[in-house]
Nanobody
Framework: QVQLVESGGGLVQAGGSLRLSCAAS????????IGWFRQAPGKERSFIAA????????AYANSVKGRFTISRDNAKNTVYLQMNSLKPEDTADYYC??????????????????WGQGTQVTVSS
């Protein structure tokens, strides 16, 4: 079983930055791929970024490429999402997720089996 706990959401002005954290636990978490999704009001949940736990390879949605950076700290079992140059359209609930299909071969077909509870990000104009 895998547990994911997000933190770091909040209110920020457009152009500002936030860093989200996802604390992961579970016996085999190091073999997973971990990522982030977001869901804005009235919209479907959408993929943002993912990272391989073992090697740190990453994948991003085009909408956030160049502004968001996903990283991990193996010692802390934590994955981060650094969000810069935030826009009002980035306002959403952000969810950490884990895909038991770990490794580079699956990073671009990230399909989670586990989800965190979400953290809210609001970007004011």
């Amino acid at each position: 079983q895998v547990q994911l706990v997000e933190s770091g959401g909040g209110l920020v002005q457009a152009g500002g930055s936030l860093r989200l954290s996802c604390a992961a636990s579970g016996r085999t978490i190091s073999s997973y791929n971990i990522g982030w999704f977001r869901q804005a009001p009235g919209k479907e949940r959408s993929f943002i970024a993912a990272i391989t736990w073992s090697s740190g390879n990453t994948a991003y949605a085009n909408s956030v490429k160049g502004r968001f950076t996903i990283s991990r700290d193996n010692a802390k079992n934590t994955v981060y999402l650094q969000m810069n140059s935030l826009k009002p359209e980035d306002t959403a609930d952000y969810y950490c997720a884990a895909d038991p299909r770990g490794g580079l071969i699956y990073i671009h077909s990230f399909s989670p089996s586990y989800w965190g509870q979400g953290t809210q990000v609001t970007v004011s104009s």
